[in-house]
């Protein structure tokens, strides 16, 4: 590797994506500050997201239940100036980059994760740990969490939501009609037998016929057929998703803590919808509680009825924009860049 090498570990399983997007879009901002620095990521076997990366990257040759092996074999053999892991680091793995005398940092979102970096034997030896807020609005960390961190020799970041900014491009590329913006996620919930791409797609038909309008949606291998005033997009870089986003009239996305905060973030009045996973219906009933969003059930019907709903209640979206205005959420992007070129250039002397 580079002399000044960064090392990226995001978990994929069978549900969301959101940890694979969030490490790539801290990567692409590292390199467009300092391209000298290596960047290379390590994979899951037979994972779809290798497409997306512009950087190298490791496949693993294992099965995922043995991923720590194949983690742990890779760093020895790389030996990068830093690692960083998304949801995926285990104490053994931080054990053995602290005895290679290599810097560890820890991203999370899950509470569960979270809580795993304030245990005894992790305090001295993680190098820095970033949260990304689980539960808008409520602290991120609890009074013992904060005992723990002032006692703790690791460095704690913590924001609201992940994302790139868009470029000019970007915000040229939006289209100049309104629209309504679908995204499913790249989650692999199924909703009584069918994708959530599909489910989505179906549920943009249905808002394009009744409220006369635009509709995109955004997702790699959506199963479905656009129709009319439907377009299928396989997938947009973060920077123009974000765009698309501020510009939409109404955002419609799943539950995850992927784009759902990214929507919040920047103002968009979005319909939340709970597609799976054990933490998507408690964070979309605790956004729309707020006044923060609008929640909606995972049926065709059900989602373009409130959507439509929404479009034709100017007052409601204006509402909704001015919550989100005060709230003001704070992007980690530009924090974590800054984190790691500080750790690279405290290694370089």
């Known amino acids: 590797m580079s002399a000044r090498a960064v090392l990226f570990v995001p978990q994929h399983q069978g549900g969301g994506t959101g940890e694979f997007y969030r490490l790539l879009a801290v990567a692409e ?6 391209a000298t620095v290596g960047i290379h990521f390590l994979m899951p076997q037979a994972c779809p997201l290798r497409a997306r990366l512009p950087f190298a990257y490791t496949e693993s040759d294992l ?21 960083v892991f998304d949801q995926t680091c285990r104490g053994a793995l931080l054990g053995h980059c602290h005895r290679l005398g290599i810097p560890v940092v820890c991203a ?26 689980y539960r808008i609005g409520d602290p991120p960390f609890d009074r013992r969490q904060r005992l723990l961190a002032a006692i703790s020799a690791t460095r704690r970041l913590h924001f ?4 790139a900014e868009p470029t000019a491009d970007d915000e040229a590329a939006v289209p100049s009609v309104p629209f309504v913006f679908f ?15 599909a489910l989505f797609a179906d549920a943009a038909r249905r808002v394009a016929a009744q409220a006369t309008i ?16 439907v377009e299928l997009i396989p997938g947009l870089p973060q920077g123009a998703l974000i765009a698309c986003m501020r510009h939409a009239a109404v ?5 995850g803590g992927g784009a759902l905060p990214q929507a919040l973030s920047v103002g968009a009045a979005s319909v939340a919808v709970p597609l799976g996973g054990s933490d998507q219906l408690a964070r979309v009933r605790h956004l729309a509680e707020r006044g923060w969003c609008i ?7 059900a989602l373009a009825a409130v959507t439509v709903a929404l479009l034709a209640d100017d007052g409601q979206r204006r509402q909704i924009r001015e919550r989100l205005a005060v709230l003001g959420l704070r992007n980690g992007l530009p924090l974590m860049v800054e984190a790691l070129l500080a750790r690279l250039d405290r290694a370089g002397r």
């Open 63 to 83: 099965p995922d239940s043995e991923r720590a092996r194949f983690h742990a074999r890779e760093i020895s053999r790389q030996r990068p100036t830093i690692v």
């Open 251 to 255: 955002v419609v996305t799943g539950g």
């Open 295 to 301: 929640s909606a059930e995972p049926q065709a019907a």
């Open 108 to 133: 999370t979102f899950e509470p569960g994760t979270s809580d795993k970096t304030f245990r005894l034997d992790w305090l001295w030896r993680l190098d820095e740990h970033w949260h990304q807020q």
């Open 160 to 163: 609201d939501v992940c994302h």
């Open 29 to 34: 901002a590292l390199h467009a500050r300092d």
């Open 214 to 229: 635009a509709t995109l949606v955004v997702g790699a291998g959506i199963d479905a057929e656009p129709g009319a005033g």
């Open 183 to 197: 995204i499913p996620g790249g989650g692999a919930y199924q909703i009584d037998g069918r994708s959530t791409g």
